[in-house]
């Protein structure tokens, strides 16, 4: 006989033909016993049914494949960077120039001694408005001569005053009485004034090693 079936469908038609004699040794005599027409049919729907649950089996392993697949976790969305700005030029700042220092003299030429005060004392009290000069004796240690060309001009502090003038030529070593006009505020209260002396060109000195002290003047103004 040829061979028609596969090792597999020979395995099911055996199956197949051992099933039908069970069935048929258990039939009540007398019934009719199948022709290998039927027999082969069987054999086929055998093997049409083993196929289909095949088929089916492998569906089910294929979506449960599917099935147990990992979540796709999707990309984080782009996002794009701002696009830089330039930032402001900074705006120029104009400022008020600082003027320089008016020169002090010191060293040999201009220097001052302070001898102390000839009238109106540290904190001496005065009537508002009153008028009078205050002066200061001082001692020439340098060594220059201060002539008639030199000033005693305010300074700084409070404006109760005016300038002075060097009345004689004033020699090294030598002492001398510095004035300025003094007019006392009408308000009542403590009043501070500081002068210095002036050469020719308008350069400053006072007293004190680097002739950087001022001669000052302290008033109280009665009520």
């Known amino acids: 006989m040829t061979k ?53 089996e492998t569906l089910i392993a294929k979506l449960d494949e599917l099935t147990n697949q990992p979540t796709w976790t999707p990309l984080p969305t782009y996002t794009p960077y701002p696009t830089p700005t330039n930032p402001p030029a900074p705006t120029a700042v104009v400022g008020t ?31 508002p408005g009153e008028t009078f000069t205050k002066q200061w004796r001082v001692r020439n240690t340098g060594t220059c001569t201060w002539t008639t060309d030199f000033d005693v001009i305010f300074v700084w502090g409070d404006k109760i005053g005016g300038n002075g003038d060097i009345t004689k030529d004033v020699k090294p070593g030598e002492e001398a009485i510095l004035s300025v006009p003094i007019v006392a505020p009408q308000t ?23 002739g950087d002290y001022s001669l000052a003047i302290k008033i109280q103004v009665a009520k």
């Not at 199948?34 to 049914?49: F, Y």
């Not at 220092?101 to 005065?126: A, H, I, R």
């Not at 009542?188 to 680097?210: E, I, L």
């Open 97 to 127: 120039a600082t003027p320089e220092p008016t020169q002090v003299y010191g060293g040999k030429c201009y220097q001052m001694e302070f001898l102390g005060d000839v009238n109106y004392p540290p904190d001496s009290v005065v009537k």
């Open 188 to 210: 009542a209260g403590t009043y501070m004034g500081y002068w210095m002396v002036t050469d020719n060109q308008g350069a400053r000195f006072g007293y004190g090693t680097n």
């Open 4 to 56: 028609i079936f596969s090792k597999k469908g020979m395995a099911l038609f055996i199956a197949a033909f051992v099933a039908i004699l069970l069935v048929s040794a258990c039939q009540p005599t007398g019934t009719p016993t199948l022709s290998p027409e039927q027999i082969a049919q069987s054999v086929a729907s055998t093997q049409q049914a083993a196929a289909t649950q095949q088929y089916v």
